[in-house]
T-cell receptor
Framework: GAVVSQHPSRVICKSGTSVKIECRSL??????MFWYRQFPKQSLMLMAT?????????EQGVEKDKFLINHASLTLSTLTVTSAHPEDSSFYIC????????????FGEGSWLTVV | SQQGEEDPQALSIQEGENATMNCSYK?????LQWYRQNSGRGLVHLIL???NEREKHSGRLRVTLDTSKKSSSLLITASRAADTASYFC?????????WGAGTKLIIKP
């Protein structure tokens, strides 16, 4: 079946540095990918919708200059957390839409980011 | 962004009993999906029910959808200890998934 791979699964970085998280659709082309973050004991929050070949659409309250999203190909979207701070520590999850209508969505395993 | 609502927030039952979780949403949808998340792990897709369907089964799972009430329920029958997890509903409208806050299910052996 369709698989979405996310890398790295865990990353620790120092405050002020940038971290890139990759989301790949392994056996299908995804025109749309979604990025979420999850705080402990809370539900997923949609951060942005990543569209191949165009700018990402960010949800209200998400800083697009801080969370850079690049969807350069039909199988890869990246989320870069720039100038990371401890409050950016979170669980980040991507998902990819299989069909044009987006009725089937597959999730990556998630990436734990810890900023120290 | 919007969030759906799930209840209960937490549910603790004995192994073998049935567990029912409910989800409400606010806008018209293409479909509604249920996911399971074990602690610290990614989401696992359980079942998808389309807006023109009223009930769907998958193994021990039964999902209902009432579009007039904008609500859905997930029933897990004959629960097992391994069913202990958080369960999330997500209402899908175009390219957005709108998530519920989740129900934490604990199955006591």
């Amino acid at each position: 079946g369709a698989v979405v791979s996310q890398h790295p699964s865990r990353v620790i970085c120092k405050s002020g540095t940038s971290v890139k998280i990759e989301c790949r659709s392994l056996d299908f082309q995804a025109t749309t990918m979604f990025w979420y973050r999850q705080f402990p004991k809370q539900s997923l929050m949609l951060m942005a919708t990543s569209n191949e070949g165009s700018k990402a659409t960010y949800e209200q309250g998400v800083e697009k200059d801080k969370f850079l999203i690049n969807h350069a190909s039909l199988t890869l979207s990246t989320l870069t957390v720039t100038s990371a701070h401890p409050e950016d520590s979170s669980f980040y999850i991507c998902s990819a839409s299989l069909t044009v209508t987006g009725n089937t969505i597959y999730f990556g395993e998630g990436s734990w980011l810890t900023v120290v | 962004s919007q969030q759906g609502e799930e209840d209960p927030q937490a549910l603790s039952i004995q192994e073998g009993e049935n567990a029912t979780m409910n989800c409400s949403y606010k806008t018209s949808i293409n479909n509604l999906q249920w996911y399971r998340q074990n602690s610290g792990r990614g989401l696992v897709h359980l079942i998808l029910i389309r807006s023109n369907e009223r009930e769907k089964h998958s193994g021990r799972l039964r999902v209902t959808l009432d579009t007039s009430k904008k609500s859905s329920s997930l029933l897990i029958t004959a629960s097992r200890a391994a069913d202990t997890a958080s369960y999330f509903c997500a209402s899908h409208s175009n390219y957005q998934l709108i998530w519920g806050a989740g129900t934490k299910l604990i199955i006591k052996p």
